[in-house]
Nanobody, 124 residues
Framework: QLQLVESGGGLVQPGGSLRLSCEAS?????IGWFRQAPGKEREGVSCISATGSTTRYVPSVKGRFTISRDNAKKTVYLQMDSLRPEDTAVYYC????????????????????WGQGTQVTVSS
């Protein structure tokens, strides 16, 4: 059974950077990063294909966040730069053990395995 573990969250000032990691227990196809702020629904942030050749971002993070993966380490990264207070949320990674359509990779329902989440707080 696919298991995912996130790490790298923390407290950072506006304009700062963090790098989140998502380590998988086995090879995964697409991996997505999602976030959920207090009182809000969980939303897709970014996703990456199995080979890393295709990535997608929600408009609010495009140009500030970069997703990448190292399949030898079974790990996906989310580099977050120019962080804003509105980026504050619990960040989750999700993985798919079967291929999925990349145009759907920011949809929660496409994933069967989820990590426990890591808190990111952007505040001065």
């Amino acid at each position: 059974q696919l298991q995912l573990v996130e790490s790298g969250g923390g407290l950072v000032q506006p304009g700062g950077s963090l790098r989140l990691s998502c380590e998988a227990s086995e090879f995964t196809y697409a991996i997505g990063w999602f976030r959920q702020a207090p009182g809000k629904e969980r939303e897709g942030v970014s996703c990456i294909s199995a080979t890393g050749s295709t990535t997608r971002y929600v408009p609010s993070v495009k140009g500030r966040f970069t997703i990448s993966r190292d399949n030898a380490k079974k790990t996906v990264y989310l580099q977050m730069d120019s962080l804003r207070p509105e980026d504050t949320a619990v960040y989750y990674c999700a993985g798919s053990a079967t291929p999925l359509l990349l145009r759907n990779c920011l949809m929660l329902t496409e994933y069967g395995a989820w990590g426990q989440g890591t808190q990111v707080t952007v505040s001065s």
